[in-house]
């Protein structure tokens, strides 16, 4: 009797191994080949374009770099700071919102109406205009009690934004689960709250969590939009010293620190796909 430590690959198989493993390396040397032409041509474009030297000493001076780091990484401080604080406010928010909308009989009408309605307001209105808004307009009532800070209500509106979207993918994956999963629970005594939260809500969540490490990348991306209210982000702090400096270096050494937090966490959702055997198709058609 054959086990697996006493296996041993025929030669069909041996031949089918290197078979695949030459396409694999022939594959990837055609691809490294491309890559590095398509680059070479782009860079002699560029480089030998009329206005290269200019484009330098504006975009590309590492003078500049090294004065406008300091600053721009500290701006970039606080943007990690909102994408964690509004990213978990997101996810509660979303996830009431979702709950909203799957609730079923007429009782909860007003409960799926306000849902239906929010997720239609905030998915409908520009991003910018909701901060704009509520930073500016807020702050201008002078209301007793309530804060004035410009980032505070760039946060809230961040979350109010988001959480609309999320709410949706949220939704999605809850309405995705199979009635039986409910009917099973509900039959060994469960409650509602208690299906959903221990049975319904762990599997939706896992189900859509590519989607929601998307939308997370571009939580951290948009948070950039907090500048608009004078917020001294990363980007708030490549355009004052662009400003003091007449130089916009400052502003491509901001976009290759947010490249070094966004590729790394799209990478990561990649990953987490593939393993949970989100593939695409795209490839084979």
């Known amino acids: ?83 964690v604080i509004c990213g978990i406010c997101i996810a509660i928010w979303a996830t009431l919102i979702a709950v909203m909308r799957t609730l079923r009989g007429p009782v909860f009408f007003p409960l799926r109406a306000f849902a239906v309605g929010y997720t239609d307001v905030f998915r409908g209105l520009p ?45 999605a994956g809850i309405e995705s689960i199979h009635p039986s999963q409910r009917m099973a629970a509900r039959s060994l005594g469960l409650s509602y709250p208690q299906t959903l939260r221990h049975v319904v809500l762990p599997q939706a969540v896992r189900r859509v969590l590519p989607a929601l490490m998307n939308d ?24 004052i010293y662009s400003a003091l400096t007449f130089n916009y270096t400052s502003y491509v050494v901001a976009g290759l620190l947010f490249l070094c937090l966004t590729i790394p966490m799209a990478r990561l959702t990649d990953w987490y796909a593939r393993r949970q055997g989100f593939q695409s198709t795209g490839g084979l058609l």
């Open 1 to 83: 009797m054959t086990t697996p430590d006493t296996w041993v690959p025929s030669q069909i198989e041996e031949q089918r191994r290197a078979y695949r493993a030459s396409r694999q390396r022939r594959s990837g040397l055609i691809a490294v080949i491309s890559t590095v032409v398509v680059l070479a041509v782009a860079a002699l474009l560029v480089v030998n374009s009329p206005g290269w030297e200019r484009t330098r000493e504006t975009f590309f001076s590492w003078e500049d770099a090294k004065k406008s780091f300091p600053s721009v990484l500290s701006g970039l401080w606080l943007n990690i700071r909102v994408m």
């Open 216 to 239: 997370l990348v571009s939580l951290q991306k948009d948070s950039s939009l907090l500048s608009v209210l004078a917020v001294v982000d990363a980007l708030r702090a490549a355009q």
């Open 127 to 171: 991003m910018l205009l909701v901060l704009l808004l509520l930073g500016y307009g807020v702050p201008a009532l002078n209301l007793s009690g309530v804060p004035d800070s410009f980032l505070f209500w760039g946060c809230v509106g961040l979350v109010l934004s988001y959480s609309a979207y999320v709410a949706e993918v949220l939704r």
